[in-house]
């Protein structure tokens, strides 16, 4: 059979069962690598391919699934030697009776970042050398047994980038329909369909009954012509450990409902053997696929969650430098804490998206892009917008997202189409095209809707199909253009109906210039919903804005049962104008680690005081109080935590104090700090990094896993005198070593204090770190030292 | 009651483990360094327990090896482990994981807040050992119905039983597939909450011994042991 055939959907096209089965028991030793089997015992693979291809597999697939550098490191072997072997023992089966063979990539056996240490680049390079190394012995690639999106993510572009054979992807999923790091059936389809994959499926973790509801989701989320297949295992393992427990027969009974649900092809994974095969064959042969109406819905997901956009969404908007001071300077800082504070901060709020814009004159805004596209996915599971004119940064910030984004924007000048719609095709993202060309904004609705045609006519050119088109037919001042508003809203609803696109809007521009803002805010997106507005990108903190939607639903009966609304409001009285509390006094809510009151505390002192004075005479006194009461045993962790936590918060008050006049800032001095590389353990470091803030220091944070070329580069960038280490683990110890002794070599003139679990003053001493810090607080003492009191 | 059964490679065993009812807070607060009932501590597991009993997915897997076929890269022999091995025939190795969505959570709190991220990483690492306690008890059960005798855990780390051995142990395992947990080069954990350990069998009574802190990396800085206590006191 040829290759084009098994996607065509005018049969079943069968694939194989289990190989650890057959292996097992063929007498495999127990903890013996199988890949090596492609050199020691390659007729014992063919044999295996052969019994599934006599079976009626159309498709064997290699013995390659472990056969990644990580996994074979310390076999004898390389990727190069046993790809190519195990591929020709399944050849040597399948070229006498026309099947075809598999390149079959598994996980790589490693976890990637955020929550491993392996960089996503770097699983770009190792899937890229099993590719290389198999593709010319292969008629396609399936990537399979995958749990994590961003592995997915990873292989497909490496199977992609390196070759032209057709990919077939499936992921394990457990009971509750989530794999083991939580992703979730329709954000596999959207991603892997959005980055190319040719079929997608379903392997292994349960048996057809359990997997059956998920492969109807499957089914469902998939775009119509895309081939969905499942390979599941024989049942569920015996509980004695002695295997699993259906029969061929049961387990073909129990695949019969696939047959509604439109699915192409199907095999088996642990426990099946050829027997499962051929009774699949003998009781699906010679019928068609049934067809499967599958999903026409815009997905915008995270591997835990998937937004179809199908009523109003509402993106947050303040991940955006523009017109805020503490944000450009927390941009050129390359402060990511800040901007994760904006995003959790908006998540709270209601956000279903988040906008994420990070350009500044002089920021370099590709690599800030890739850095809060990574910082943010680490902590908050909503889709993510990302907003930029700059390809490269686009770019950069497409190829780390870990889902299915949406690209804001693109325009009707030519230029800008054809360099950022092929992006989006290539990295599966929805797109937002603005109303406006080389000409500027039209006046009229019209000439708005000619440029939305045609910037979705280039869209659908590019491969990006109409429900991921977006147009924004651009909001316009009131206080200038007060005869065009009603303009955006007609041509907003014109593009809806007539080209059935999503439509977007930043709302808030309409009151620019005008007071009392929210009024007119409110009023316009409530108008605009009403004409068919889809994504309004607005402050979700602001409650008013959030009411509008929420009100706006339960209005037009999208809200069933008012449900949403009754969740967000019940319990609670509209907003009134209300007298302030008197809250307390700064120090004491430092004292007494209350985040909210000290933050409101600082901002009435602030009225009175100078930003310095603040500092000096109100809040580090008051740390100082905790500090002596923690040292004498008086006060616990807990304590100096929640105190340092709130002083935390008065702080940042101060610090948008500062940044608004443009004075120099309350710093006494620059420290850089770090968790080293190889390490994932950050919490000492985030507490002394909290703490040092505390007492005034502006902290560089580097994250956790820096290498040793970052923080030299950091200190050299910052000229900070002294620089914190962490590591928590005697493993990372050297990596510790290595980075001050980086920072020796370059002959950098910053101190080094180090801490951690395993650190002794000894050791600190021996690997050449100026100082030892016990705790937090000895961290802040040689700080003082270090910078004088 | 058996915890129910998850696909895993041949030869090894894996299942969902039931979910502990309520956080060991005596632990937890030993864990903070701070007295029982400490109101502060209280009042930020008031907070976060509810989220991480709702984020956690206890899953443990485990084999039974006989000892002259256990690989060399374990270093089962020697030193302080093969000394809380003396006697048994085989041993169960065993990996248990709170799961992605735990990690997911105290990332989020670590972004947010850090008094509470550390009450919550606390309280992480106490409900992995309640995970892991879990697993131990069902084992032991199984064990005591064929009428064998096992010993308590003993993990990569203790005494002088290199944490390099993690890697084999979880690819002896195959924890990523079976239980989603990952080593990183550096022999680090992820998600991080998981627990390795190795437990001896035998056909007759056996306690094992623990390294005590002889060969322990932190018997110089280690708290418990300014205390006078070690960590084994519960």
Partial sequence: MQIGDIFKGERYIFLDGGMGTMLQAAGLPVGERPELLAVNRPELLTSIHRAYIDAGSDIVYANTFGASAKKLAGSGYTVEQLVPAALECARKAAAPAGALVALDIGPL?????????????????????????????????????????????????????????????????????????????????????????????????????????????????????????????????????????????????????????????????????????????????????????????????TPVRAVAVEDVTVVGERINPTGKKRFQQALREGDMDYILTQAVEQMNAGAQIL????????????????????????VVDLPLQLDSSDPEALERGLRAYNGKPIVNSVNG???????????????????????LDENGIPKKAEERVAVARRIRQAALDAGIPNEDIYIDCLTLTASAQQEDVMETLKALQTCKQEMGVHTVLGVSNISFGLPCRPYLNTAFLTMAMMHGLDL??????????MAAVAAFRVLTNRDKQSTDYIARYAGRTAAAPTAALQGPELGTAVEQGLKAEAAAAARELLKSKEPLEVVNGVLIPALDKVGAGFEKGTLFLPQLLQAASAAQSAFEVVKEAIARTGQGGASRGRIVVATVKGDIHDIGKNIVKVILENYGYDVTDLGRDVAPEAVVDAVKRTGAPLVGLSALMTTTLPSMQATIEALHREGLPCKVMVGGAVLTPDYAKQIGADYYAKDAKASADIAKEVFGA | MRASVICCPPGAEAVRLQLPVALRREEVYRYMGCPQDDPTAAALLDVCEPELLAAVQPRGTWRVLFRQDAPEGLYLDPGDVGRHLVGCDRVVLMAVTLGAGVERLLRRYTAADVALASAADAAGSVLAEQAADELERILREQFAQQGLYMTGRYSPGYGDWPIQVQRELCRILDTGRSIGLGVSENSLMAPRKSITAVLGVADHPVTGKLAGCGNCVLRDTCAYRKRGKTCADR
């Fill in chain 1, 536 to 545: 309004p990108i607005i402050n979700p903190n602001l409650e008013e804005m």
């Fill in chain 1, 355 to 378: 906008d994420v814009n990070v350009g500044l004159p002089g920021v370099d805004e590709p690599a800030l892009m890739e850095a809060a596209v990574k910082a943010i996915q680490s």
């Fill in chain 1, 109 to 301: 056996g490693e976890l990637l970042e955020p929550a491993g240490t392996l960089r996503f680049e770097e699983a770009c390079e190792q899937f890229k050398r099993i590719v290389c190394a198999g593709r010319d012995h292969a008629d396609l690639i399936v990537l399979e047994t995958m749990t994590d999106l961003y592995e997915v993510k990873a292989a497909l572009l490496a199977a992609k980038e390196n070759s032209s054979l057709p990919v077939m992807v499936s992921m394990t999923f457990e009971e509750n329909g989530r794999s083991f790091t939580g992703c979730s059936v329709e954000s596999f389809a959207a991603t892997a369909v959005g980055l190319g994959a040719d079929a997608v499926g379903i392997n292994c973790s349960l048996g057809p009954a359990e997997i059956f509801p998920m492969a109807k989701a499957l089914c469902e989320a998939t775009r119509p012509g895309v081939p969905v297949f499942v390979k599941p295992n024989a049942g569920l393992p015996r509980a004695d450990g002695s295997g699993y427990d259906i029969t061929p027969q049961s387990f073909c009974e129990q695949m019969q409902p696939y047959k509604a649900l439109g699915i192409r092809m199907l095999g088996g994974c642990c426990g099946t053997t050829p027997e499962f095969i051929r009774s699949l064959k003998e009781s699906f042969d010679g019928e068609r696929p049934a067809e499967r109406a599958g999903s026409r819905r815009s997905w915008l997901c």
């Fill in chain 1, 413 to 435: 000048e030519q230029k800008v189409l054809d360099a950022i719609l092929p992006l989006c095709r290539k990295y599966g993202a929805a797109v937002v095209g603005l109303t």
